[in-house]
């Protein structure tokens, strides 16, 4: 006997449901052996990671601030990824957005700036997002060339360049040779939703690319051509819709979501630019993307979850004594699980004998 896969005649509409919740679930069990492992009582390490946070006002604040970023981003992941295209890259987006509008602010700084500033870096950082993003998408379309590479040898390029900046010509004079570079000015600072908090009118921003994406993908001729060439290409070809346009549109767009992201991290909560400015949000929003079906208000839901892991993950050093680096294998587990669990939207897990694995061949 042996254990195999064996192709569906159609999508399980109900594994597509429960397949979220049941990777959650798996990976929660995996953690409980994790936990053991490493001599800790897994109850409360849990609870540590996925239920203090959600008892306390500022960890709340936090979750929000953390999930921003991460749903914007895995908004955008979602259009390409529903039209068959991969975008791997976004946190080299992310970069390249936070690296072009911050220079209006650095170029700016000491002069009194008018409130033009913060709607002008915010618009260059989206748009240079999108340049960013059409270097694999032209790749692509226009050399066949794989844009998972490119996309993700992209993200090295925007990070060496962003050092470079931050230790070189744009580091501040003032701040004891730190790479980072001056303060900005409350001119090019995003305004705060509550004050004393970090919450930032950025939450806004992702509100309302939430609710675009939900509309563009479930209400208008574009979304329905992006459905189509993901799911059908011969459909589409014979429908007249152009795949290598689309490509380039999504690409355009998630780049343009992630650059966005990158701006309002930096012109928000952290209020300069240096050379942390992400832990990882735009392979992060990767998982996000997968764990919410690629539908803009199952992201919102998962971005809110993967943020709770970041701020789990924060209070489990303070209080276990984890190192940092957990909350990265809780959410490796999670991607794990997610792509596992979505295997059996397509297949079906069965016991073969000898005998009728030789009748039927490999599957």
């Known amino acids: 006997m042996s254990l195999v896969l064996e192709r569906r005649s159609e999508r399980s509409v109900a594994i597509a449901l429960l397949s979220p919740l049941l990777a959650i679930t798996l990976t929660l069990l995996t953690l409980t052996i994790v936990f053991v ?3 800790k009582n897994p ?8 239920i203090t946070p959600l008892t306390d006002g500022y960890s709340l604040q936090e979750i929000a601030v953390k999930a921003s970023p991460l ?3 895995a908004v955008g992941l979602a259009l390409c990824y529903r039209a068959n295209a991969w975008n791997i890259g976004a946190e080299g987006q992310l ?20 409130p033009w500033l913060m709607p002008a870096m915010l618009l260059v950082g989206a748009l240079a997002g999108a340049a960013y993003a059409l270097i694999p998408a032209l790749c692509k379309v226009r050399f066949g060339a794989s844009e998972i590479l490119i996309s993700l040898m992209l993200v090295y ?3 060496l360049l962003l050092d470079y900046l931050v230790r070189g010509p744009w580091r501040d004079p003032a701040g004891f040779n730190f790479p980072t570079t001056a303060e900005f000015d409350p001119a090019a600072t995003l305004p705060l939703l509550i004050a004393g908090s970090r919450v930032h009118a950025g939450l806004i921003l992702t509100m309302i690319a939430v609710v675009a994406a939900a509309v563009l993908l479930g209400r208008t001729l574009k979304g329905f051509e992006i459905r189509v060439v993901g799911t059908a290409p011969r459909a589409a070809r014979f429908a007249g819709f152009n795949a290598d346009r689309l490509v380039l549109t999504t690409f355009a767009i998630s780049g343009a979501l992630a650059g966005l992201a ?20 735009g392979f992060t929003a990767i998982i996000v993307a997968f764990l919410g079906r690629l539908n803009p208000l199952g992201i919102l839901a998962s971005g809110l979850f993967l943020a709770l892991t970041f701020i789990g993950g924060e209070q489990a050093q303070i209080a276990l004594k984890l190192p940092q680096d957990m909350t990265g294998v809780i ?20 016991w073969r004998s ?3 694995k030789a009748l039927h061949g490999p599957l």
Do not use: K, W
Request: glycine letters at 16%; charged letters at 10%; aromatic letters at 8%.
């Open 37 to 39: 492992a490493l001599g």
């Open 71 to 73: 749903i914007m981003i």
């Open 95 to 114: 970069l390249i957005g936070a690296i072009a509008g911050s220079g209006l602010a650095v170029m700016t700084h000491g002069t009194n700036p008018g």
């Open 331 to 350: 959410q490796g587990i999670l991607l794990f699980y997610v792509l596992a669990c979505d295997s059996l939207i397509l297949y079906r897990i069965r």
């Open 43 to 50: 109850a409360a390490a849990l609870a540590v990671y996925f």
């Open 262 to 281: 990158g701006i309002i991290e930096v012109a928000g909560p952290i209020g300069r630019l240096q050379p942390d400015i992400s832990p990882g949000y």
């Open 354 to 356: 000898p005998q009728r």
């Open 157 to 159: 390029v925007a990070g």
